[in-house]
């Protein structure tokens, strides 16, 4: 592993917002239409970082963490101890799952493709899956150009290196590490499942508590009950209905957490005008040295 490249990963580059990655600069100069491609990645990569930003501080924590102490009885003589809880049992483990999926990732997919796209004998079962996708992002570049011109190879190359790997990709990657193809799905497929199994468990917690504070009713009620099954039944039924596309599922995550990074400033906002109300906090009211 190149640990240089890997902690560099952890400073937050924001020139990405405007210009695509390194590592298609070069490639993109090669092609037919360096502004069209400019543009499709550019778009692709706001859309990640958006969605990175959004989950990586979200809701569940500016609510259901605060919630959850309270429902545990904790005050400001166990601030202590909600340190060491949000330490441990919130951020390690996610800095280190979400580390290892992005380190996996992007060692495996970023700047690279499968080359069964452009050579029919290298063709593989995980070619045919990606050729759907291959064929959209070539087809946008021919478009482009018009029929009087063809794309050419690095052209083909980039519509190739876009395509938006799924769940058996992703699994495949990890047939170098087992040897095994059963193995690699088995083990990604339980990742997957526990990741989540865990999320919509959390989303339902938090729709409950926000139904009884909206309503003013009692935690453990009924009305609270059903703020609670509410996300895992329009979840269900999002999926099956509004995201049915096999292209769509694994990539629900992307657009939903843009539209949760449009609603995100309005909750830290509003904490923050909460935290410094002296007529809500009284004298809770966080005082600086």
């Known amino acids: 592993l190149n640990w240089g490249e890997i902690f560099t990963g952890f400073i937050p580059n924001f020139s990405l917002l405007s210009e695509p990655a390194s590592k298609f600069t ?7 239409d360096p502004g069209y491609w400019n ?19 979200g809701i569940n924590m500016t609510f259901l963490l605060p919630y959850s102490m309270l429902r545990k009885g904790w005050g400001r003589a166990h601030r202590g101890l909600a340190t060491f809880d ?19 990732s ?17 063709r ?34 980039l519509a190739a290196m876009l395509v938006s790997r799924d769940a058996f990709q992703l699994a495949g990657s990890l047939e170098n590490l087992t040897g095994n193809k059963a193995v690699s799905q088995t083990v990604f497929g339980i990742g997957v499942l526990g990741m989540a199994v865990s999320t919509i468990i959390i989303l339902m917690l938090i729709n409950g508590f926000t139904v009884t504070e909206m309503l003013g009713a009692e935690i453990g009620g009924m009305k609270h009950r059903i703020g609670s099954i509410l996300p895992g039944i329009t979840g269900a039924l999002g999926f099956l209905f509004l995201w049915g596309d096999g292209d769509a599922r694994f990539w629900l995550a992307v657009p939903t957490s843009v539209f949760g990074m449009v609603l995100l400033p309005i909750a830290y906002i509003t904490f923050f005008l909460m935290i410094n109300s002296k007529s809500l906090m009284g004298d809770a009211l966080p005082q600086g040295n």
């Open 86 to 104: 949000l330490s441990l049992g919130l951020f390690l483990p996610f800095f280190l799952a979400t580390t290892c999926v992005v380190i996996a």
């Open 39 to 57: 543009d499709v990645i550019l778009s692709s990569q706001r859309d990640r970082m958006v969605t990175a930003a959004a989950t990586a501080v």
């Open 106 to 122: 992007a060692s495996q997919f970023h700047g690279k493709y499968d080359e069964g796209l452009l050579d029919p004998a290298k």
């Open 26 to 32: 070069e490639i993109i100069a090669k092609s037919s």
């Open 124 to 157: 593989t079962a995980l070619t045919e899956k990606l050729q759907g996708a291959y064929d959209k992002n070539l087809s946008g570049i021919q478009a482009k150009l018009g029929e009087a011109k063809e794309p050419n190879g690095t052209d083909k190359q």
